[in-house]
């Protein structure tokens, strides 16, 4: 069943190019009511020139931007009814945390009381409660951080944009505020857009990925889809890492029997959704490095089984990130809980299985 709430934001042929570089180049897509979605791509794809179109910081070239059902290219920042979460945070350090959040609340004339009351909310929102009164440089990061998201959600905008916004933070904190806000998009109910380049960011908080690369979308989809079946190469190699395996369909196989794909590694079974991979045509294989065993010489080598030599060990706590060389192809491995299965040595010799269950990719 499709997503049935209604598109918050729609972005219609968007263009922006700053003298010969073309940072945007016919972006289409919309964001629905309610939705996090993530722009996730390198550097220089285009995904914060995205986000300042959207905001009115910078004017496209062409195309139209529609909140809600009305045109807003030419509506000013302010009256845009959105709220930019810049990286930096941008906040008054002259002002308190309740100064900063009422801020924009001043600005537009709300009644006293109101303002006291929707500071009060917001500080209970994001778990500051009682810290009104502190100054900026008396925060942590991860706090600062909150005041920022506090002081974007204190006018009620339709939309939040959201720019890099745990860059500045250390791993065990950007961890934590990814939940943190995921808490408070999911309690407001507030359309998100969040721009990162880090996969595994954009994977765990995002409902939709919209993933971008030189100016355009390459491929919309739930994280779940944007993995395990990516449109191309690119995707597949930016989304985590991966082995891709060229070869050539030897058989197709007949209702639940696998095809049969020539490797550069020798014969695989592969079972595929595809309906027209024909015989003689080229394709790329899409291996996780999660779903191949790594298993002993002992095993008996059958369909899809292969000797190899540990040439690399990468040891990350949870995981041990194995180089695999199978006559002169490196095959990356991904082995979990390495205390119950222990850790392979350089230069053992291994029977890896890689699985059947496989995304192809069309030449």
Not at 3 to 12: A, G, I, N, T
Not at 176 to 203: G, K, Y
Not at 348 to 358: C, E, G
Request: charged share 25%; proline share 3%.
């Amino acid at each position: 069943m499709g997503d049935e709430r209604k598109s918050m934001l729609v972005l219609d042929d968007i263009h922006k190019s700053f003298g010969e570089v073309q940072a945007l180049r016919g972006v289409s897509t919309d964001v629905k009511e309610g939705e996090l979605v993530t722009f996730l791509g390198p550097s220089g794809c285009g995904k914060t020139t995205l986000l300042r179109v959207i905001s009115g910081l910078t004017k496209s070239d062409s195309g139209k931007i529609v909140l809600e059902g009305r045109v807003i290219n030419d509506v000013t920042p302010d009256k845009r009814n959105v709220q930019l979460c810049f990286q930096s945070y941008a906040l008054f350090p002259h002002l308190t945390v309740a100064g900063n959040i009422r801020y924009g609340l001043e600005v537009h004339k709300w009644k006293k009381e109101r303002i006291k009351e929707r500071v009060e909310e917001l500080l209970h929102l994001v778990h500051l409660d009682g810290l009104g009164n502190r100054r900026i440089d008396e925060l942590s990061g991860g706090q600062q951080q909150r005041v920022a998201v506090a002081r974007a959600l204190a006018l009620e905008p339709k939309v939040l944009l959201l720019d890099e916004l745990f860059s500045n933070l250390d791993a065990n904190l950007r961890v934590q505020m990814r939940t943190t806000l995921h808490e408070i998009q999911r309690r407001v109910n507030i359309t998100t857009i969040f721009v990162t380049h880090d996969q595994v960011e954009a994977m765990t908080i995002s409902d939709r990925l919209i993933v971008m690369n030189q100016g355009i979308i390459e491929q919309v989809g739930a994280p779940i889809e944007i993995y395990e079946k990516p449109n191309n190469e690119f995707i597949a190699s930016f989304i985590g890492y991966v082995n891709i395996l060229k070869g050539e369909v030897k058989s197709t196989g007949k209702d639940t029997e696998p095809a049969t794909v020539s490797t550069e590694l020798g014969d695989l079974e592969i079972l595929s959704s595809e309906k027209d991979i024909k015989a003689g045509r080229e394709v790329y294989l899409i291996i996780r490095p999660e779903t191949v065993y790594i298993g002993s010489l002992e095993e008996a080598i059958e369909v899809n089984k292969f000797k190899g030599t540990i040439k690399s060990i990468m040891y990350a706590g949870s995981t041990v990130k194995y180089v695999v060389d199978i006559e002169g192809r490196d095959l990356f491995i991904d082995q979990y809980d390495p205390t119950t299965l222990g850790i392979r040595s350089m230069g053992d010799k291994v029977v890896v299985t890689i699985p059947r269950n496989v995304h192809i990719l069309k030449e």
